[in-house]
């Protein structure tokens, strides 16, 4: 006589995988928003970082060639200085070599980059353009704040100093309008 051996079928019942892709939804449902806020985050620091790499560059090149650089804020593709609150979507560096006044960019200036900003990022200044000077300690003031459009993340502050040392400061920038 011959054994019949019962064999239990492996694997899931179907009500077993609903309910652990219900679980996985609701558990991705909570971290989406974190998810979305670190990657604003994520994005307003590379703005930021990428300002201040303009501002070296601005600030090195006035130094390296003895010549004036300016840096500005554009209002995109164009090679035209704006105001700080005039909805910029960009920047450039350029030399000032007929040093303007006010400064604007004109021909016979060199424009050495210009770069736009990341979609939802804006910038608000205090001055609309950044002049370094052919010496190695010389420079005039600004704050810039990086802000997200119509994100609750903090801003950050990139600061010119008098003597051309540009930084990120490390409290959050006021975003307000």
């Known amino acids: 006589m011959a054994l019949k051996v019962l064999r239990r079928a492996c694997g899931f019942s179907l009500f077993e995988l609903l309910l652990v892709l219900a679980l996985l939804a609701m558990v991705a449902g909570l971290a989406a928003p974190g998810f979305v806020r670190l990657s604003r985050s994520a994005g307003l620091s590379s703005a930021a970082n990428q ?11 006035a130094v390296m060639r003895a010549e004036t650089a300016v840096w500005c804020l554009t209002p995109g593709d164009t090679a035209v200085c704006v105001d700080g609150d005039s909805g910029a979507r960009g920047w450039m560096v350029f030399l000032d070599r ?3 006044s006010p400064v604007e960019f004109r021909p016979g200036d060199e424009l050495l980059r210009q770069v736009l900003l990341p979609e939802g990022i804006r910038v608000r200044t205090t001055r609309p353009a950044i002049t370094f000077w052919p010496t190695a300690r010389a420079a005039s003031t600004g704050t810039l704040r990086v802000c997200a459009s119509g994100a609750e993340i903090p801003g950050r502050s990139v600061i010119v100093s008098q003597t051309g040392r540009p930084r990120v400061h490390e409290e959050a920038a006021s975003c307000a309008e």
Not at 51 to 61: I, N, T
């Open 51 to 61: 300002l201040l790499r303009g501002l070296h560059l601005a600030r090195s090149s």
């Open 98 to 100: 007929d040093g303007s």
